[in-house]
């Protein structure tokens, strides 16, 4: 009888292969994931302010001829005090409130109502808090003429 040689290569590369699948999976599941989708360590007095600053959305906002669009026009808030900012809708017409500079908050996400609760209806309200300092321009994307501006500094208090 002769006797027959075997291959095992086959089968070892099919069981490093599911080895190596399995690992990948374990570290996208287990690391990758849990890292990607963790919010950013920010101190409590920033994520929740005590204060708020109030903006209005001026009655008859939605006509270019309108002295006023969003009242104040520029706002300014202290992080950790009142970096967040209300706006509310006095008009009778329906607004954003939607970035210049396509602005992400690293904790709160897109700077736009449209993404969160899409138009601000009359008499309702839009608000986000900014984590960190800066300039943010922002409009309204029906009115592109009504315009504003949020700055953020650093609270020394």
């Known amino acids: 009888m002769e006797k027959v040689r075997e291959n095992h290569a086959g089968g ?7 080895v190596a699948v399995a690992v990948s999976i374990g570290y996208y599941q287990y690391v990758y994931l849990p890292e990607s989708s963790a919010k950013p360590n920010v101190p409590e007095a920033v994520a929740n302010p005590s204060k708020t600053v109030q903006v209005s959305i001026a009655e008859g906002a ?27 809708n006095t008009d009778r017409t329906a607004h954003t409130v939607t970035t210049d500079t396509d602005f992400h908050d690293k904790l709160n996400g897109k700077f736009d109502s449209m993404e969160t609760i899409g138009l601000v209806s009359p008499g309702k309200t839009y608000e986000f808090t900014f984590t960190e300092e800066g300039e943010f321009p ?4 029906p009115h592109p003429w009504m ?11």
């Open 12 to 18: 070892i590369s099919m069981i490093a292969f599911i």
């Open 147 to 157: 315009t504003g501006k949020v700055e953020i500094v650093k609270s020394f208090s």
């Open 62 to 88: 939605s006509l270019p001829s309108n002295p006023a669009f969003f009242v104040p026009k520029d706002v300014r808030g202290g992080l950790g005090v009142d970096n967040k900012i209300v706006w509310t």
């Open 138 to 141: 922002y409009h309204c994307e």
